[in-house]
């Protein structure tokens, strides 16, 4: 009974931040805190009274990157301190020249966003635990795979309603930005887009399950045929509905590199599948045609011209974002070696910003070169080894656990499409994306090792 309440709640409290400003605000986020502390305590005392079991490979790789990941927060933590190193001493005295009065000098340009910062990667951490943690049976792999899909469309259908309707508010606090595209709870239309692509995966992997139960592997021929094509026509259609709002409200947003982390996730989770169930040879070709048809008629009829036109203008786009890597990379040589503190990129940004540059930005539009920003070197690079570890482990469920396949798939595909994303832009670092991938890949993490 508590194994099931725990459970429950670790559902509210990685997937509720992304419909409430996507996690962005300081009490969304330490509300989930305080909630993933409690979960984790109470986990953490279950598990004290079971028998213990044997270590395994995903254990070890787990283990490894909550190790490094500790190790982050801990750096990160002491750029808080006035006893820490002075990673940004010339923009501090600069700051005390200006002001005529004594700075404290710390290792951060903002003490308080890395603060928060500290507290958000603690909080993904948690639920990542957790999840494998209560996630280990095949019926709440699947719940958990479902609860995602199921929240991602919630949004998807509220986006699309408020902008059929031309109501220019996210939740009850009116739009300063995006005027015109659909961002539902969010307030960034790009990544969004990119939580969406998570839900499409996840009805992929749903659409593949139902796929395989109605079509068994062991009818051959003009038999398995005729059950595909039925199962197309009927349940197919139905249970591709939620990625049909998923998409469409995906277009509404207008983001080109959404748009493609929408198309890269949906053939990833569909390829993943398609190669680990190689008996299943219709798999592939089914689910690629109705992807491709459903995007394409969803871009014309749905999004019109909107996404195409934006397409259009990739030039202006790629000069304003030229002009901030290079602002961004100036950074990086003069603070490469400590970083300026996690979350103060902004801060720094506004001392090296070029003076005829027209963009203003609060993050570098690259989530990667904008941690090692932040972090420096040794600690950005030790974070991406630390989450491709988690990747890794999740990833290796779909060739240890064939009837979980898809569950490993949807959370591989969905955590490379955000991957790539984040490359010029930074879904990554938005709360509600990053716990819906926590909890998929802990989820997916705990399938690995067992029994098939």
Request: with cysteine; aromatic share 10%.
């Amino acid at each position: 009974m508590l194994d099931r309440l725990l459970f429950h709640g670790l559902l509210v409290t990685a997937l509720a931040p992304a419909l409430m400003f996507a996690g962005r605000p300081l009490w969304a986020i330490v509300a989930a805190a305080l909630a993933a502390g409690v979960l984790l305590l109470a986990a953490s005392s279950l598990r004290a009274f079971r028998k213990p079991q044997g270590w395994t490979w995903t254990d070890g790789l787990l283990i490894a990157a909550g190790g490094i990941w500790a190790g982050v927060l801990a750096y990160a933590a002491s750029q808080i301190s006035t006893d820490g190193p002075a990673a940004a001493a010339t923009l501090w005295r600069e700051a005390a020249g200006l002001l005529g009065e004594p700075v404290p000098v710390r290792g951060s340009l903002n003490p308080g966003a890395t603060g928060i910062g500290v507290l958000r990667l603690g909080l993904y951490a948690g639920v990542l635990v957790l999840a494998y943690w209560l996630c280990g049976s095949r019926a709440r792999a699947w719940t958990v795979v479902t609860a995602v899909l199921a929240v991602v469309a919630v949004a998807a259908l509220y986006a699309a309603a408020l902008k059929v309707a031309g109501i220019e508010y996210v939740l009850w606090e009116k739009k300063r930005y995006y005027i015109g595209w659909a961002t539902g709870p969010f307030a960034n239309r790009s990544t969004f887009a990119s939580y969406l692509a998570i839900g499409l995966a996840c009805n992929v992997a749903l659409w593949a399950r139902a796929y395989r139960r109605f079509v068994p592997s062991e009818i051959e021929g003009r038999e398995r045929l005729r059950l595909a094509l039925e199962f197309i026509t009927r349940r197919g259609v139905f249970l591709a509905l939620p990625g049909f709002a998923i998409a469409g409200a995906g277009l509404m947003t207008g983001s080109r590199a959404g748009t493609a982390a929408m198309a890269i996730a949906v053939v990833l989770t569909a390829g993943l599948i398609a190669l680990r169930w190689r008996r299943d040879a219709l798999l592939a070709p089914i689910v690629a045609v109705l992807s491709v048809t459903a995007v394409a008629g969803l871009l014309w009829v749905v999004a019109g011209d909107g996404v195409a036109s934006r397409f259009d203008n990739l030039e202006d786009a790629y000069d304003v974002r030229q002009s901030l890597y290079e602002d961004a990379g100036r950074i990086l040589d003069a603070h490469g070696a400590r970083g300026v503190g996690l979350g103060a990129f902004s801060e720094a940004l506004h001392a090296y910003k070029s003076a005829d540059t027209g963009y203003d930005r609060w993050q570098a539009h690259n989530t990667y070169l904008e941690n090692l920003i932040e972090l420096g070197w040794t600690a950005g690079l030790a974070m991406f080894l630390a989450a491709g570890l988690v990747g890794f482990a999740a990833a290796r469920a779909i060739w240890r656990r064939r009837r979980l396949a898809p569950v490993a798939a949807a959370a591989t595909g969905g955590f490379i499409a955000v991957a790539l994303h984040s490359a010029v832009h930074f879904p990554l670092q938005e709360p509600g994306v990053a716990l819906t991938l926590a909890l998929l890949l802990g989820a997916a993490a705990a399938q690995a090792d067992g029994g098939d």
